[in-house]
């Protein structure tokens, strides 16, 4: 089966950059869609289709996906970004949906 | 605007059903815009899909769940069910009902549902 590989953790400073990877065989090959999800709310779709931001999200967060990396970048990192993010795919040869086990950001 | 609400029993004992109801306001489940699915989210854990369903084909479920998953549609009450059989204390989650196109990118998720399975 599919498996996507994300960092328990990550922690930057306020106003730095984070950068939260996900990692699967050939992934660059795949859609990859990134979810925030604050403590006790719903998961917020922040990046469709590799690089896509839905309406408003901001320019802040950006997505990147090649090879067996994606990746979701967050610019000049702010306090209300501190969440959880998850990436995921469709797993098109057996038709399920696969998400990786999700990054706690920490905004120090 | 599509909003979506999850219901259900928030508790259910051991070996026996588990059913949601996600009802759908904003737009018409029959419409072909979206792909109806399910995903949960055991406390402290990340998030893991469930299945889902078009308005037309069969459902697609998560294969750890197959055996004991359905999920349907019922285009006259704009609703769409969970039933997971056999519930076990593993089943204990948050379960979200979210409207997603068909690689899985949706805006539209209800609030949740806690479900706890416990005798």
């Known amino acids: 089966s599919y498996a996507l590989t994300q960092p328990p953790s990550v922690s930057v400073a306020p106003g730095e950059t984070a950068r939260m990877t996900c990692g699967g065989n050939?992934?660059?090959?795949?859609?990859v869609h990134w979810y925030q999800q604050r403590p006790g709310q719903a998961p917020l779709l922040v990046i469709s289709?590799?690089?896509d931001r839905p309406s408003g999200i901001p320019e802040r967060f950006s997505g990147s996906n090649s090879g067996n990396t994606a990746t979701l970048t967050i610019s000049g990192v702010e306090a209300g970004d501190e969440a959880d993010y998850y990436c995921?795919?469709?797993?098109?040869?057996?038709?399920?949906?696969?998400f990786g086990g999700g990054t706690k950001l920490t905004v120090l | 605007q599509v909003q979506l609400q999850e219901s259900g029993p928030g508790l259910v004992r051991p070996s026996q059903t588990l059913t949601l109801t996600c009802t759908v306001s904003?737009?018409?489940?029959?419409?072909?815009?979206?792909?109806w699915s399910w995903i949960r989210q055991p406390a402290g854990k990340g998030l893991e899909w469930v299945g889902r369903?078009?308005?037309?084909?069969?459902?697609n479920y998560n294969p750890s769940l197959k055996s004991r998953v359905t999920i349907q549609l019922d285009t006259s009450k704009n609703q769409f069910s969970l039933k997971l059989t056999s519930v076990i204390a593993a089943d204990t989650a948050v379960y979200y009902c979210?409207?997603?196109?068909?690689?899985?990118?949706?805006?539209?998720w209800g609030q949740g549902a806690q479900v706890t399975v416990s005798s």
């Open positions: 979210a409207g997603m196109d068909y690689y899985g990118s949706g805006t539209h």
């Open positions: 904003g737009g018409s489940i029959g419409s072909g815009t979206y792909y």
């Open positions: 369903i078009y308005t037309s084909g069969s459902p």
């Open positions: 050939n992934i660059g090959s795949k859609s």
């Open positions: 289709y590799d690089s």
């Open positions: 995921h795919v469709w797993e098109s040869s057996s038709d399920y949906l696969v």
